[in-house]
């Protein structure tokens, strides 16, 4: 049976802080913390178990953080291989309305800051893993000091492995990751499919279509733009 694997550079927590009386500049209460493992692909390899399939998350973890984000992620049951790198895992800020219990606001902190060298250990873990038939999802941001061609580079070699190809990319990681062909999929959202320049350059309203185009024309099987609660 094939596996879906996830990759995710910019892993981190996301803690939740449920309040009342939010006034800026003033104080109000918190009512509930929660925190949890966080990055695209987590929470990819996430719902994907939770719909029954055979899945393993890839990710960098700081060293620091390293004991205490593995141990979550075992406790939840979700086969990981995390490799550590040097720096601390980012905390973003979710603040919840208590009384209408939506989010209010979301803060995102900076990720690593790394080297090609940081990441091949997880390069070389991910291409060993893979078996012909595995579907692989390159998910998220790229740390800070990894070149724009990062997700390309690594999606070309899961290829090479007989893996199919999910690219979740932003910015200029998207824009490279248009050169490699035969990917399954890319999905970028509304906003980031903006990083495109020809998509950014074009009437708002025919944006997705230009989009579309792109992806198909680059030989994706399925070109996605994720919409949020709109679909894709």
């Known amino acids: 049976m094939s596996v879906l694997r996830t990759v995710t550079l910019n892993t981190g927590y996301e803690d939740y802080y449920t309040v009342s009386g939010l006034d800026w500049g003033g104080v109000g209460s918190m009512h509930a913390y929660r925190s949890v493992c966080s990055g695209k692909g987590i929470s990819c390899a996430r719902a994907a178990r939770a719909l029954g399939l055979d899945t393993v998350a890839y990710g960098l973890i700081g060293r620091g953080d390293e004991p205490d984000f593995t141990a979550r992620l075992e406790a939840e049951g979700l086969a990981h291989a995390m490799a550590p790198v040097p720096g601390r895992a980012r905390h973003n800020l979710t603040l919840i309305d208590g009384e209408g219990e939506r989010v209010a606001a979301h803060f995102v902190a900076a990720g690593y800051t790394l080297d090609e060298e940081d990441i091949a250990p997880l390069a070389e873990r991910l291409l060993g ?12 941001s790229l740390p800070g000091g990894l070149p724009a061609s ?24 998207l824009t490279a990751a248009l050169g490699v062909g035969g990917l399954l999929a890319f999905k970028p959202n509304e906003t980031e499919v903006l990083a495109i320049p020809a998509v950014a350059d074009a009437p708002e309203a025919e944006r997705l279509r230009v989009a579309l185009r792109l992806f198909e024309k680059a030989g994706a099987t399925l070109p996605l733009v994720s919409l949020g609660a709109d679909g894709v």
Do not use: S
């Not at 078996?131 to 998910?139: C, H, K, Q, R």
């Open 150 to 173: 990062t997700w390309a580079d690594l999606a070309l070699a899961a290829q090479a492995r007989g893996a199919e190809v999910i690219i979740d990319a932003q910015k200029l990681a």
């Open 129 to 140: 893993d893979i078996v012909p038939g595995d579907l692989v999802t390159l998910n998220g």
